[in-house]
């Protein structure tokens, strides 16, 4: 991640004045608070224009602790030249992952919750540069992303060098304001506090402890300076985007506020900001005070029990229930349910196996079966926190034993959280913590399965809560067990993007990502959007003309053959052999078959293809010697060789014609018959090539410029020379006996 100041910092004074922060004042004693001002910035890059998630152009940047005021400065610049025209450039932000982003309106994987990205456009019009500006305030400190692309392609397919695309470039600056000296509220004890005026908002911490239940916050004793009573307004929690979920309240008069939160993010620090609502320029004292409720955990294994079981295992001893676990007896289960009444959670010590890039998966330590009561509720850690982890899809599946589950009518319920966990599913059956949104599941006797997609997930600790719940009422669920099987895992692409789709990891700098490239009409984020799918015989069918459509050449080579242009023939044959393979493997469907590695295939086809319209034009040009280019793609790939052999035969035509005193060639039949239709159809096949191809009608223009090109050939082939005979097909064999001929005789001889 390209971040940092370096020399730009000498001009940060003059930035932070034309941007409006504040620049570094007071210290960090009395009433005035310590800021400081950073800016971070990333290069440039040059956008695409929208067909799949790789066209989106990512910037990665890490908000510093304490930040009170973020400042995104976005600047989108266009090109000069006439092919430039107006343009939209579409922004997301999102924090702790990369924008989940559908600007093509397609379909999501079956299963996956996903919430719409916050975004805003930047319309390039008669201006060159647009510069934007984005303010936050009170940002979640940790990983912010931002991902830039320009309106939906087009689908032309464009040759290299026939056009010159215009270009269109953006950049995004973060600037940011954090205050250096930011008081520290302690559990228990009122502080006061001061805010000197209206401008200058209050901001203090508190740091919330692992299993924390609930948090109590309480303003108290609020006045202002001038002994009236106070206004103010209390911010709790740090915008995050898409969603944001800031708990406000206005506190008026001398009367104590107040405000509980349950399911807090554990182990970070919670940010407070308290603004005054009053409109004299007067200063307001208040005292704060914060007190938490703890959760006793309880833990259902350890990883002593677990060496314990292993070896156990490993001698044979002991019998096992399902997935591994100890099984239990009634006398047993009734015995732990007793013992979950002093305990607000269950523990199951989970493992995090690394496989690959973006790709993780969890073990539990007891096996993918886990107890489940109504009691108190069972609790998975799934650590997301490497930095690498958010480009991926997190996968949860849950899978309940039904005849584990005595009551009938109970549903196991679970909620997958990030930062902190659900722990009172049994009550509120509400999936949300005090600043994120869950993602719920079920599964009970009628339902046994449930399963989750979380498209890059935020990197932090993600929590998977699970308890029992009787529609009847909790007590007759009070000595039940649910038996579930959880498979969670982080996989770049879901499914691998099916059969229709291909992976491919990204990479913005250091951070990678993961996204699906859609092919035979299919589309959507997983490659499930089957709207506008090709259908296995419209793929077959293509596969067919774009590879039958090479069998034109045979008419060429005939022609090479029969005029004694066997090198010719031979380039023709090789072209023909390789383009015909070559568009067997690159199809998009099922209908692909590859005799060699795809690169392979390309350059054989893609060379053969130029060396053809090379030895063609030689050929016409009746020079003896062939000169040779270079490159696979572009333009010039063609053009280069093309251009220069055309210069070689218009000289030779030339000479040809000065030595005998007219036109060359010089029969009119020769250009009726043979030069103008060869060329006609040449013209034409590099039309449809270069301007008239697009994603959609390829397998028919492609195919087309097959049949083109190689009819092309046949005409533009010269005549066999003169002192050639022709070949002897009319010398047929009567015996067994060979016809040869002796050259230097002139005689022949029966052997």
Same mark, same amino acid.
């Given at each position: 991640?390209?971040?940092?100041?370096?020399?730009?910092?000498?001009?940060?004074?003059?930035?932070?004045?034309?941007?409006?922060?504040?620049?570094?004042?007071?210290?960090?004693?009395?009433?005035?608070?310590?800021?400081?001002?950073?800016?971070?910035?990333?290069?440039?890059?040059?956008?695409?224009?929208?067909?799949?998630?790789?066209?989106?152009?990512?910037?990665?940047?890490?908000?510093?602790?304490?930040?009170?005021?973020?400042?995104?400065?976005?600047?989108?610049?266009?090109?000069?030249?006439?092919?430039?025209?107006?343009?939209?450039?579409?922004?997301?932000?999102?924090?702790?992952?990369?924008?989940?982003?559908?600007?093509?309106?397609?379909?999501?994987?079956?299963?996956?919750?996903?919430?719409?990205?916050?975004?805003?456009?930047?319309?390039?019009?008669?201006?060159?540069?647009?510069?934007?500006?984005?303010?936050?305030?009170?940002?979640?400190?940790?990983?912010?992303?931002?991902?830039?692309?320009?309106?939906?392609?087009?689908?032309?397919?464009?040759?290299?060098?026939?056009?010159?695309?215009?270009?269109?470039?953006?950049?995004?600056?973060?600037?940011?304001?954090?205050?250096?000296?930011?008081?520290?509220?302690?559990?228990?004890?009122?502080?006061?506090?001061?805010?000197?005026?209206?401008?200058?908002?209050?901001?203090?911490?508190?740091?919330?402890?692992?299993?924390?239940?609930?948090?109590?916050?309480?303003?108290?004793?609020?006045?202002?300076?001038?002994?009236?009573?106070?206004?103010?307004?209390?911010?709790?929690?740090?915008?995050?985007?898409?969603?944001?979920?800031?708990?406000?309240?206005?506190?008026?008069?001398?009367?104590?506020?107040?405000?509980?939160?349950?399911?807090?993010?554990?182990?970070?620090?919670?940010?407070?900001?308290?603004?005054?609502?009053?409109?004299?320029?007067?200063?307001?004292?208040?005292?704060?005070?914060?007190?938490?409720?703890?959760?006793?955990?309880?833990?259902?294994?350890?990883?002593?029990?677990? @060496? !314990? $079981?292993?070896?156990?295992?490993? %001698?044979? *001893?002991?019998?096992? #229930?399902?997935?591994? &676990?100890?099984?239990? =007896?009634?006398?047993?289960?009734?015995?732990?349910?007793?013992?979950?009444?002093?305990?607000?959670?269950?523990?199951?010590?989970?493992?995090?196996?690394?496989?690959?890039?973006?790709?993780?998966?969890?073990?539990?330590?007891?096996?993918?079966?886990?107890?489940?009561?109504?009691?108190?509720?069972?609790?998975?850690?799934?650590?997301?926190?490497?930095?690498?982890?958010?480009?991926?899809?997190?996968?949860?599946?849950?899978?309940?034993?039904?005849?584990?589950?005595?009551?009938?009518?109970?549903?196991?319920?679970?909620?997958?959280?990030?930062?902190?966990?659900?722990? @009172? !599913? $049994?009550?509120?059956?509400?999936? %949300?913590? *005090?600043?994120?949104? #869950?993602?719920?599941? &079920?599964?009970?006797? =009628?339902?046994?399965?449930?399963?989750?997609?979380?498209?890059?997930?935020?990197?932090?600790?993600?929590?998977?809560?699970?308890?029992?719940?009787?529609?009847?009422?909790?007590?007759?669920?009070?000595?039940?067990?649910?038996?579930?099987?959880?498979?969670?895992?982080?996989?770049?692409?879901?499914?691998?993007?099916?059969?229709?789709?291909?992976?491919?990891?990204?990479?913005?700098?250091?951070?990678?990502?993961?996204?699906?490239?859609?092919?035979?009409?299919?589309?959507?984020?997983?490659?499930?959007?089957?709207?506008?799918?090709?259908?296995?015989?419209?793929?077959?069918?293509?596969?067919?003309?774009?590879?039958? %459509?090479?069998?034109?050449?045979?008419?060429?080579?005939?022609?090479?053959?029969?005029?004694?242009?066997?090198?010719?023939?031979?380039?023709?044959?090789?072209?023909?052999?390789?383009?015909?393979?070559?568009?067997?493997?690159?199809?998009?469907?099922?209908?692909?078959?590859?005799?060699?590695?795809?690169?392979?295939?390309?350059?054989?086809?893609?060379?053969?293809?130029?060396?053809?319209?090379?030895?063609?034009?030689?050929?016409?040009?009746?020079?003896?010697?062939?000169?040779?280019?270079?490159?696979?793609?572009?333009?010039?790939?063609?053009?280069?060789?093309?251009?220069?052999?055309?210069?070689?035969?218009?000289?030779?035509?030339?000479?040809?014609?000065?030595?005998?005193?007219?036109?060359?060639? %010089?029969?009119?039949?020769?250009?009726?018959?043979?030069?103008?239709?060869?060329?006609?159809?040449?013209?034409?096949?590099?039309?449809?090539?270069?301007?008239?191809?697009?994603?959609?009608?390829?397998?028919?223009?492609?195919?087309?410029?097959?049949?083109?090109?190689?009819?092309?050939?046949?005409?533009?082939?010269?005549?066999?020379?003169?002192?050639?005979?022709?070949?002897?097909?009319?010398?047929?064999?009567?015996?067994?006996?060979?016809?040869?001929?002796?050259?230097?005789?002139?005689?022949?001889?029966?052997?």
């Amino acid at each position: 991640m390209a971040q940092g100041a370096g020399p730009g910092l000498r001009l940060l004074p003059v930035l932070l004045q034309l941007l409006g922060l504040p620049a570094a004042h007071g210290n960090s004693t009395g009433s005035d608070s310590l800021y400081v001002s950073e800016y971070f910035s990333q290069s440039a890059q040059k956008l695409s224009f929208y067909s799949w998630y790789g066209n989106a152009k990512v910037f990665h940047f890490r908000v510093p602790e304490d930040t009170v005021l973020l400042r995104w400065l976005l600047q989108a610049s266009r090109g000069k030249e006439p092919e430039c025209t107006s343009m939209e450039v579409t922004v997301h932000f999102r924090y702790g992952a990369p924008p989940v982003i559908n600007p093509l309106g397609t379909q999501f994987p079956a299963n996956a919750t996903v919430h719409p990205s916050y975004n805003i456009s930047i319309t390039l019009s008669s201006a060159v540069q647009n510069t934007t500006f984005v303010n936050v305030t009170s940002p979640a400190a940790g990983d912010w992303f931002i991902a830039a692309h320009l309106p939906e392609a087009a689908g032309r397919i464009e040759v290299k060098g026939f056009s010159t695309p215009c270009t269109y470039m953006f950049q995004a600056d973060m600037f940011v304001l954090r205050l250096a000296d930011m008081p520290v509220l302690e559990p228990g004890v009122a502080m006061p506090q001061t805010i000197i005026s209206p401008a200058k908002p209050l901001h203090v911490k508190v740091f919330v402890p692992k299993y924390t239940a609930r948090m109590w916050f309480e303003l108290r004793s609020c006045v202002t300076s001038e002994q009236k009573a106070c206004s103010v307004r209390v911010v709790l929690g740090s915008i995050t985007l898409p969603q944001s979920f800031q708990k406000i309240i206005t506190c008026t008069g001398n009367v104590n506020c107040s405000l509980g939160l349950d399911s807090l993010p554990w182990e970070k620090w919670l940010q407070i900001m308290v603004e005054s609502l009053g409109t004299a320029n007067a200063s307001v004292f208040m005292e704060m005070l914060t007190s938490f409720t703890d959760c006793r955990p309880g833990s259902t294994s350890s990883f002593l029990n677990f @060496s !314990l $079981n292993q070896s156990q295992a490993g %001698s044979g *001893a002991g019998s096992t #229930g399902t997935a591994g &676990s100890p099984t239990q =007896s009634t006398g047993t289960a009734l015995r732990n349910a007793s013992e979950q009444r002093s305990f607000c959670l269950q523990n199951q010590p989970v493992v995090r196996e690394d496989l690959d890039v973006v790709s993780v998966r969890y073990r539990l330590l007891n096996g993918p079966t886990v107890p489940v009561y109504s009691i108190s509720p069972t609790l998975l850690l799934l650590n997301l926190k490497t930095g690498m982890d958010s480009g991926g899809s997190l996968v949860v599946n849950l899978l309940l034993n039904k005849t584990s589950l005595s009551q009938a009518n109970a549903t196991v319920v679970a909620c997958l959280s990030a930062a902190s966990p659900v722990l @009172s !599913l $049994n009550t509120t059956r509400k999936c %949300s913590t *005090a600043f994120f949104q #869950g993602y719920p599941l &079920s599964v009970s006797t =009628s339902s046994a399965e449930a399963m989750v997609i979380v498209l890059y997930p935020q990197t932090d600790d993600w929590f998977l809560s699970l308890q029992l719940i009787c529609t009847k009422g909790q007590g007759e669920c009070n000595t039940a067990e649910a038996k579930v099987t959880i498979i969670a895992y982080l996989t770049p692409c879901f499914n691998d993007c099916g059969p229709y789709g291909q992976c491919s990891l990204l990479r913005r700098h250091g951070y990678l990502y993961a996204g699906c490239s859609c092919k035979a009409g299919w589309s959507g984020w997983s490659c499930t959007d089957d709207t506008k799918a090709q259908s296995v015989g419209a793929q077959n069918l293509a596969t067919l003309l774009l590879t039958l %459509s090479n069998l034109m050449f045979l008419p060429a080579i005939a022609v090479a053959v029969y005029r004694y242009y066997l090198v010719e023939a031979s380039v023709y044959t090789y072209t023909m052999f390789f383009s015909t393979f070559y568009h067997a493997c690159d199809q998009p469907g099922v209908a692909v078959m590859c005799i060699m590695d795809y690169d392979t295939l390309q350059y054989c086809d893609f060379l053969g293809s130029v060396v053809s319209i090379w030895v063609t034009i030689l050929c016409m040009s009746r020079v003896k010697k062939i000169l040779k280019y270079l490159d696979r793609r572009g333009v010039w790939n063609m053009m280069g060789p093309c251009l220069f052999a055309l210069v070689i035969m218009i000289a030779a035509w030339v000479y040809h014609g000065v030595k005998r005193r007219h036109c060359y060639p %010089s029969s009119w039949k020769r250009w009726v018959f043979y030069l103008l239709p060869g060329i006609t159809l040449a013209f034409i096949a590099i039309s449809v090539y270069a301007f008239m191809e697009t994603n959609e009608n390829y397998y028919y223009t492609h195919s087309i410029w097959h049949v083109l090109v190689a009819g092309s050939v046949a005409f533009l082939l010269p005549p066999r020379d003169k002192h050639k005979k022709p070949w002897a097909w009319s010398q047929k064999l009567t015996c067994r006996y060979q016809i040869c001929q002796n050259d230097r005789e002139e005689l022949y001889a029966v052997t």
